[in-house]
């Protein structure tokens, strides 16, 4: 039998929308359901509370300082290199070998899985550079980590600032250094802030990387020396070893929340910033 | 001279990622060859013992295990990601579009420890009732796998149907062909390096990924012979033993990092290659 072509592409539309649909299925039916189970678990004692008994009782409240701590760290360290790679390509360099190779560096990075950088972060900031399992090595690692995200972006953010704003401020007789410090980064802001915050999601998110750098203890963490345990790890364990079913739907409701709300300031800083330019 | 310091400065910053890449080859490699070196290339990956306490140390097993699941997954996550890449590119309404796209964007944030919580908790019941065997598994792996590449699947070859000259599916349509007729013969074809470079990032993704496959392989020290059959793959293979290794042991941990790392490295370039643009 021959199916005629208009006929063939109903059932094409038919088929795709169908696995369209499927994967927007997936996508609710992840949120909603640990929404379903996780939601009743958040109360003041759950968010604030000391845990109890490895965490089978009580609240997580060191395991969110600790992913507070930790995620403030690593854009603290990442943003400045980040921006600064992200401004050498674009306001100092041509498309050149040097370009080729940062660009090849940013892309290599963002390919590295986040257990190579848990090794890498553990033998040399835990054992070689003495740092132990502590916030200092888990934020250095995600620092490494989210670099090629917050490259990436600025360096689109930049390239997509006017160039007769430069031009302006260079016939008023800026410099270089002051053109960019003032004109440039400022109106690529809200771009560079996309990068910033889609880095903040990942390390809120990031368990493979933590766990063996920043270790994994319940006291909340007084120095950037102390070892702490995140949310993401918290919910690894709770899961993994079966310690309280209730609080792991909490904790992995919380940790959704959280990324939810990162990811949408991102992305509607992105929309913005595309609207403006057209 | 203070702006030419700064560009100096700026300079060196900009080459912190590339350093950082070889700063990790480096201390990853520094403390896996010793290892691979005594053990010799062939027993640590063509054995299929690993028993650190003995000294064994061969990871054929988790090799084979990570090809099959990361292979299963590319092919779930081709079949639903590039149908809906398609319907998003041609079929679905622009409005909608803008919608659906930010929101399977979001798919890519959601943790992965919370993708194999979800694995575990539905998932792995439903293999073990419906098809039998622990649950935990090759298959149960690879569809975790294959929904969490989706995003990335779905974003660039969304960009590469998009980056299609429209000029060829206006020919194409005044030659009378039906929307389908010029998707599939001539955008599908025109974006074919972008969806194979996407195809290629998901597969390093699906490779990459630890926490959730732990959740859901089951992390048995066999060759895995059936999708059924728990399996251990050489992500789970670090992390599961990290936390207590030493000596030896923690060394072929980093040697089976090493491995991963060049696999890694293998597909990156493939996906490189392909998506340069021919001059």
């Known amino acids: ?278 | 001279m203070r702006e030419k310091l700064i560009e100096k400065g700026l300079l060196l910053v900009a080459f912190s990622a590339v350093a950082t890449i070889f700063l990790i080859a480096f201390f990853i490699f520094r403390e896996g060859v010793p290892l691979v070196a005594k053990v010799g290339v062939w027993d640590f990956i063509a054995s299929t013992r690993w028993a650190p306490s003995k000294g064994q140390f061969g990871i054929l097993p988790m090799i084979v295990g990570s090809l099959e699941v990361t292979i299963l997954a590319v092919v779930f996550g081709a079949v639903l990601g590039l149908s809906c890449a398609m319907f998003l590119a041609e079929f679905a309404p622009r409005w909608s579009v803008r919608i659906l796209k930010p929101m399977i964007e979001l798919l890519a944030g959601i943790p992965s420890v919370v993708y194999g919580f979800i694995g575990v908790v539905v998932l792995v019941p439903w293999i073990r009732t419906t098809f039998g065997g622990p649950g935990f598994s090759v298959l149960a792996s690879s569809i975790i796998l294959g929904i969490m590449i989706l995003p990335t699947v779905i974003a660039i070859s969304l960009d590469a149907f998009h980056a299609v000259p429209p000029l060829y599916k206006e020919g194409s349509l005044a030659l009378g062909a039906t929307r389908w007729q010029t998707l599939y013969r001539v955008q599908l074809p025109a974006a074919r390096s972008g969806i194979i470079a996407a195809l290629i990032l998901g597969m390093g993704r699906a490779v990459g990924e630890t926490m959730a496959v732990i959740m859901v392989a089951g992390n048995a020290l066999t060759m895995p012979t059936s999708l059924l059959q728990p399996v251990r793959t050489l992500t789970s293979n670090i992390a599961l033993e990290m936390g207590y290794a030493s000596g030896d042991h923690q060394a072929a941990l980093f040697a089976t990092g090493m491995v991963l790392f060049v696999i890694i490295a293998v597909l990156n370039t493939i996906a490189l290659v392909v998506t340069r643009p021919r001059t």
Do not use: C
């Not at chain 1, 006929?7 to 609710?28: C, D, E, G, K, P």
């Not at chain 1, 200092?136 to 490494?144: C, P, R």
């Not at chain 1, 998110?205 to 070892?227: Q, V």
């Open chain 1, 1 to 278: 039998m021959i199916i005629k072509p208009l006929a063939w592409q109903r059932i094409v539309w038919v088929a795709l929308a169908a696995m369209t649909l499927l994967t927007l299925v997936v996508l609710f039916f992840i949120i909603g359901f640990i929404a379903s189970k996780g939601a009743r678990v958040i109360t003041p004692e759950f968010l604030f509370g000391m845990p109890a008994r490895m965490g089978k009782e009580g609240g997580i409240l060191p395991t969110i300082i600790a992913t507070i701590y930790i995620t403030l760290l690593a854009i603290i360290i990442a943003t400045p290199i980040g921006v600064g790679s992200a401004v050498y390509l674009t306001e100092y360099t041509r498309e050149s070998a040097i370009t080729r190779i940062v660009r090849f560096g940013a892309d290599a990075l963002a390919g590295v899985p986040s257990i190579i950088f848990g090794l890498f972060g553990f033998i040399l900031f835990v054992i070689r550079l003495r740092m132990g399992w502590s916030l200092a090595a888990g934020g250095l690692t995600l620092a490494f980590m989210i670099l090629p995200t917050i490259i990436r972006t600025s360096e689109e953010a930049i390239r997509a600032v006017p160039h007769n704003l430069r031009e302006v401020s260079y016939s008023l007789g800026g410099a270089k250094s002051q053109t960019i410090m003032r004109v440039v980064l400022p109106n690529a802001l809200p771009g560079i802030l996309t990068g910033v915050i889609l880095g903040m999601g990942r390390s809120v998110a990031e368990t493979a990387a933590t766990i063996f750098t920043a270790g994994s203890s319940l006291l909340i963490p007084k120095s950037l020396f102390d070892p702490a345990r995140t949310m993401a790890v918290h919910f690894y364990i709770l899961a993994r070893e079966g310690l309280s079913m209730e609080r792991a739907y909490g904790t992995a409701f919380l940790l959704i929340v959280a990324i939810l709300l990162i990811n949408v300031v991102a992305y509607s800083l992105m929309f913005r910033l595309t609207r403006k330019m057209r």
